[in-house]
């Protein structure tokens, strides 16, 4: 707000969000109802007290200010009618729309895609996968608004602060006293599919609802390698990056198309790796199960399936007791001394009964 620009954080039941794509997207959407981050949140029961509140959030923001900047990937997901209703509805603000978009390369995206379904527990086969029709959302992005720019990502990774402060240049925002943090919240090439083959049995979101007997929505990452589609991956879908590729380049130029598909190696996980994910993944016993049967068909030669369990065990020990030296330090941190050593005492008593029980 100290350069006149609005950049506005947005309330969404219990929740807080700089991600506008949300906002916007249940806002404009021709189906709120089946946008994966109301069913993941659990906002379908609330649905029109959600709609009715972001509507009113997003009016008073315009309504308060001259400039205001809203980012967010889902914004390009919304169909033609979405986008039609939200340029009709900044205009009749009086605003004026300037669209800045970053554009992936198709085969760069599609990984991308793939990885943050399988991430939010809605892709459930690898095997599946279809191209994303960019071209089609850049076309509609086009014949929807009066200016829209386009940039390539991937040249925006060389920019001085990366794509946010490409961005930010773009946008006429001095970057001076804006610290821009680089966050990768991608998976590792190994975790991805560890978590693909969770989800062909127990997906977080199951015919449009939130699966009881579902993975945790949570993920956590073991691996630092880069999520590609493997060589047989790749041929399944080889015909429709082709075709994507040639309409891009026709859209916006070579620069924004691919020169190669680089595809990923076979892999094998090591026994602490392998205790780790199999430690901290899932507390589900079902869940766990198939983890277990991942881990097997992937191990190196070096370690078995006693072994596995053996140092899986050993993990969760581990865990249980950084939980109780945590627990007890709370309880010395929150109770007057006198106090202090009858409670802990109690406090291991029920642990102990508790953890025997299970």
């Not at 033609?80 to 669209?99: F, H, S, W």
């Not at 007890?328 to 941190?333: K, L, P, S, V």
């Amino acid at each position: 707000m100290d350069q006149g620009i609005c950049y506005p954080r947005f309330t969404i039941g219990d929740r807080t969000t700089f991600n506008h794509g949300i906002p916007v997207f249940i806002l404009f959407s021709d189906q709120p109802q089946n946008y994966n981050v109301i069913i993941k949140w659990g906002l379908n029961n609330h649905l029109d007290k959600i709609v009715r509140k972001c509507e009113e959030q997003l009016d008073a923001v315009l309504d308060g200010h001259e400039s205001v900047l809203l980012s967010g990937e889902d914004v390009s997901l919304l169909p033609a009618t979405g986008l039609d209703r939200l340029n009709t509805y900044l205009r009749k603000k009086d605003y004026t729309v300037r669209v800045l978009c970053s554009v992936r390369k198709p085969y760069s995206f599609t990984c991308s895609e793939v990885q943050q379904k399988i991430r939010g527990g809605r892709l459930r086969s690898i095997e599946k996968i279809r191209v994303p029709r960019k071209s089609l959302r850049i076309k509609t992005l086009r014949d929807t608004f009066d200016k829209v720019e386009f940039f390539s990502f991937e040249k925006d990774l060389e920019y001085p602060g990366g794509p946010v402060a490409a961005l930010l240049d773009r946008a006429q925002v001095k970057k001076e006293k804006i610290e821009i943090q680089a966050v990768n919240e991608g998976l590792g090439n190994i975790t991805t599919r560890l978590y693909a083959a969770i989800n062909r049995e127990y997906p977080v979101i199951l015919h449009g609802r939130l699966n009881p007997d579902g993975r945790e929505p949570g993920v956590r990452n073991f691996d630092d390698n880069k999520f590609l589609l493997t060589r047989d991956e790749i041929a399944q879908i080889r015909a429709q990056l082709d075709r994507e590729n040639a309409k891009i380049a026709a859209l916006l130029g070579a620069e924004f198309t691919d020169s190669s598909y680089p595809f990923s190696e076979s892999f094998t996980i090591d026994l602490d790796t392998a205790a780790r994910m199999l430690t901290e993944v899932t507390e589900k016993p079902h869940v766990r199960q198939v983890v277990k049967a991942f881990l097997l068909r992937h191990g190196d030669s070096s370690w078995s399936e006693a072994d596995l369990l053996a140092a899986s065990h050993e993990a969760d020990r581990r865990i249980e007791q950084n939980r109780m030296q945590a627990d007890e330090a709370e309880i010395d941190a929150a109770t007057p001394e006198t106090g202090t050593s009858t409670l802990v005492k109690l406090w291991r008593a029920v642990r102990s009964i508790k953890k025997e029980s299970r």
